[in-house]
């Protein structure tokens, strides 16, 4: 049991250009985050998905695309990249149990630079 | 909205020295969950508790405990007798009641152990 893996760990890429980010959950977990963190700033969610086939912005949405076409992976795009987004990337999932709130279990992460 | 403050950037004890983490949110919301993450050198994020708006009651987990007051706002949390192992960023974070339980984070502290 993985829990929560992201792929890559480290990538350094130039202005401009794209990349995907791979976060897999081997939980069967409903829901899944994509959260940034920067210096002094904590975490802010970018995008999530409530399941399969659904995706929803966050608090700093812009710049980034998900996609969740499967269940267990939920994919982060960046088509345009800019030094604006370098930070460290995190991954996370949850499951669903109706009123009663559970905890969400984090990857890795994955430091990003944007020269 | 929601708004977690954790104004305690950084914070150093000698070991064996009790240290508390203070953490003060804002919500609309009457039915809301707060959490506690640790994130140590390592990087990944550890859930630490979770409690929900309608229990007040505190609670301890060996070393670690938490007092959690409606009227201040507020989710302290208290490492007795701290170890260098206890050396890490510790995040508060608040929840949103309904939805995709979207986790909205302080800043964080930075909380160093001295052998």
């Known amino acids: 049991n993985a829990g929560v893996t992201q792929t890559p760990k480290f990538r350094v890429l130039k202005t401009g250009q794209s990349m995907t980010l791979l976060c897999a959950q081997d939980?069967?977990?409903?829901?899944m985050y994509w959260y940034r963190q920067d210096p002094g700033m904590g975490l802010r969610l970018i995008h999530y998905?409530?399941?399969?086939?659904?995706?929803a912005k966050g608090e700093v949405p812009d710049g980034y695309n998900v996609s969740r076409l499967k269940k267990q992976n939920f994919l982060l795009g960046l088509e345009s990249a800019a030094p604006s987004q370098t930070s460290v990337y995190f991954c996370?999932?949850?499951?669903?149990?109706?009123?009663?709130?559970?905890?969400?279990?984090f990857g890795p992460g994955t430091r990003l630079t944007v020269l | 909205a929601q708004k977690v403050t954790q104004a305690q950037t950084e914070i150093s004890v000698v070991e064996k020295e009790d240290v508390t983490l203070d953490c003060v949110y804002e919500?609309?919301?009457?039915?809301?969950?707060l959490f506690w993450y640790k994130q140590p050198p390592s990087g990944e994020l550890v859930f630490l508790i979770r409690?929900?708006?309608?229990?007040?009651q505190n609670e301890i987990s060996g070393r670690y405990s938490w007092n959690f007051q409606k009227s201040t706002s507020s989710f302290n949390f208290t490492i007795t007798a701290s170890q260098v192992v206890d050396s890490a960023v510790y995040f508060c974070a608040l929840s949103e009641p309904l939805g995709a339980n979207n986790l909205f984070f302080g800043t964080g502290t930075r909380l160093t152990v001295i052998p």
């Open positions: 939980m069967n977990h409903e829901y």
């Open positions: 409690r929900n708006s309608f229990d007040e």
């Open positions: 996370a999932s949850s499951e669903n149990r109706g009123q009663s709130y559970n905890e969400q279990f």
């Open positions: 919500t609309r919301d009457t039915t809301y969950y």
């Open positions: 998905s409530v399941g399969e086939g659904t995706t």
